[in-house]
Nanobody, 124 residues
Framework: QVQLVESGGGLVQTGGSLRLSCAAS????????MGWFRQAPGKEREFVAA????????DYADSVKGRFTISRDNAKNTVYLQMNSLKPEDTAVYYC?????????????????WGQGTQVTVSS
């Protein structure tokens, strides 16, 4: 069982930056692939980024590539999402998720545990 708690969301102007954190409980955090997803009002939840258990492999949605960076600190049981050059279309609730499958995952069904989400609002 893994419990995930996101933090770091908030209101930021276009072009600004935010750093999201996701703290995980449990002693096996380092064995999970970790991902970030987001859901805007009226839209489906979508993949944002994922990182392998070691941190050596990452994957990003095209919409955030070059602007967002996912990383993890297994000693702190925490995964991060650094978001730069934010745009109004990045406004959404951001969720972190943990997957017990091998390799970074883009599909929602590939993830076993989910956090409650943190709101990110980018004003124009």
């Amino acid at each position: 069982q893994v419990q995930l708690v996101e933090s770091g969301g908030g209101l930021v102007q276009t072009g600004g930056s935010l750093r999201l954190s996701c703290a995980a409980s449990g002693r096996t955090f380092s064995s999970y692939v970790m991902g970030w997803f987001r859901q805007a009002p009226g839209k489906e939840r979508e993949f944002v980024a994922a990182v392998s258990w070691s941190g050596s492999s990452t994957d990003y949605a095209d919409s955030v590539k070059g602007r967002f960076t996912i990383s993890r600190d297994n000693a702190k049981n925490t995964v991060y999402l650094q978001m730069n050059s934010l745009k109004p279309e990045d406004t959404a609730v951001y969720y972190c998720a943990a997957s017990s499958r091998i390799g970074v995952q883009r599909s929602l069904i590939g993830y076993d545990y989910w956090g409650q989400g943190t709101q990110v609002t980018v004003s124009s």
